[in-house]
């Protein structure tokens, strides 16, 4: 089932750990422009598929290709130079700079590439930096809290600064790996609103989503994990009706 | 799965936007890398650091030192020599605060880098010239070679596995010396420089004549206070370079390395080149040092490199401040100022020093405080030490801070001195 217009396509995964299969025989295509939700039970292997795709964790066999080129065996770097940003389960921030710089970051290894030494050159010149990670800030509605330290702020906002970290760079393909875990309900809908106008800008997504209130607002394509296997795909209203995903995941909730 | 209904309940239209609402419209960009409305200017561009805050910084730092003379008279620390040592130790930790303070990676083998260039500038003034120009330069640029290659090992690791490989690689630096490279380092005596040395250079212009052997800048001989005024230009433009750095997106992105290592490496970074080049600036600034006591004593030493005293630099800039500017300068003079006046108080003196004691206490006073002063100044540095970790783990810097903000009330919330 080739999809035209893939970004990303993963193709006959395999991953082991010791004795477990986490991840057997597993084919995916990510349209682009997007968003393409991945649900399953804990234990699953969504976390680990999503490993595999940003490079952290090398598939036994099998392999990613993104845009066009294989990615399987490249460093985390270099696949994030390509196009793929990724926000955490936990958010991963610079903890010890403040809101500001944790996005100037990311903006300049886009400008900069993956090495670049600029040793004496005072930071304030870079204006174009300044102003692509405040007009991130802006969006995301962190604008105020830009020079406060990183870790002040609340676990919903680190979120978003973790989101403004990948967005500052457009990455072509965006993963999320539970974005509104541990959210209150009113950030998850904001987040929700967030990234849906992300979707109005053309980036393909990935969502990994426990929250099946999410994954039906946001989802154009579902597919579902269980034991390591993808046993449905479709439209979210195809993978509600399908009775097998009914059984294994959804246990008749919905 | 979360089935709660409080969470999956459908929401009003208000409840749906919430305050985002208030703010501008989510995404007002349509497509591409440039803004089509610009975030406003004025205070809001106001710079990442106050400019001028940088630069009082920068004329305070240079006139304290340059006046040690002045105002170290009172602690009986004004002589060339120990002044020499608090200026060429401020180097060796301000170089060290950038690979320990500002990318997170302890070293525990800086002193290899200080005693090589020490010897590298020892052999400049025997092979080439008694000017400090050649000896310094080389100094510094065997130190780096040196830092490349021990740097390019010892950061496969990070934590405690790197602070191991660099004091491993220090104390082989340091027995090589005792050993195998004696026809180098002239093992235990020490390399010295001698009046029948080829001096090439110094040979071209006939100067290589000289009856005691010491090293000159342009015929100013390296001796006493010429030897400090030296250290304390070194010693200022040490400053200024590692400020610069601080400021600069290089000096940011190994702030963001020992943050969140990992988040680096995931937005584009590859951290390994940034490490290895933090490495090797504090190996050239332990190497310059390292230079400097060579000129102003030409004698090199295996001693240098032993693993107290890659300790010591590490004390010295905890115990100033890691991370902050001016705290390893202040560790610095602090510790070297123990080792030399207070381990020098003997008893005649606490005695001389306490008369305003009447007669009986005075014994007692003595038989308290003779334990922390002489030879067991190691004491009260050890206390020192715990206390600052325990209560400032920022360093005196942190506790001048904290001082300043009761009488400011408050302040700035994040200071970057």
Known sequence: MAVENAVLTVADVQKSFGGLRALSEIDLQIERGKTHAIIGPNGAGKSTLLNVCVGRIPPDEGAVVFKGQVITGKKPHEINQMGIARVFQTPEIFADLTVLQNVMVPAYAKRDGAVKFTLFHGMDKDTDIRLEAEQILMDLGLADKRHDDADSMSRGDKRRLELAMCLVQHPDLLLLDEP??????????????????????????????????VVFSLADKVSVLAQGRIIAEGTPDEVRANPKVQEAYLGGAH | MDTTPSKNAPLSETERVGPAAKEKSVFYRTSGRIATQLPPRGPEMAPLWPPKADIFMTIVFSAVVLTMPLWLQPFGAAYPDLMQRFAIFGIFAIGFNILFGLTGYLSFGHAAFLGVGSYAAVWSFKLFSLNIIPAIIMAVVIAGALAVAIGFVSLRRSGIYFSILTLAFAQMCYNLAYSVLTPITNGETGLRVLSDDPRIIDAIFGTNEVPVPRAELFGISMQGMP??????????????????????????????????????????????PYTLMAFVISGMYAGLAGGLLAVVDPLAGAERMQWTASGEVVLMTILGGAGTLLGPFLGAVLIKYFENIFSALGDTTLRSMLEFIPEGLRDTAIAIISPFVGDGWHLTLGVLFMLVVIFMPGGLIEGFRRIGRLFTGGGRKKENG
């Not at chain 1, 998850?188 to 990994?208: A, C, Y």
């Open chain 1, 180 to 213: 509104t875990a541990g959210m209150s309900r009113l950030d998850t809908n904001r987040t929700i609103d967030l990234l849906k106008s992300i979707k109005e800008r053309g980036m393909t997504k990935v969502i990994i989503e426990h929250d099946m209130h």
């Open chain 2, 227 to 272: 030897g400090f005024w030296t250290s304390a230009v070194f010693l200022i433009a040490a400053f200024v370079v590692a400020l610069l750095i601080t400021r600069s997106p290089f000096g940011m992105m190994l702030r963001g390395i020992k943050s969140n290592q990992v988040r680096m490496s995931y937005v584009g970074f590859n951290t390994r």
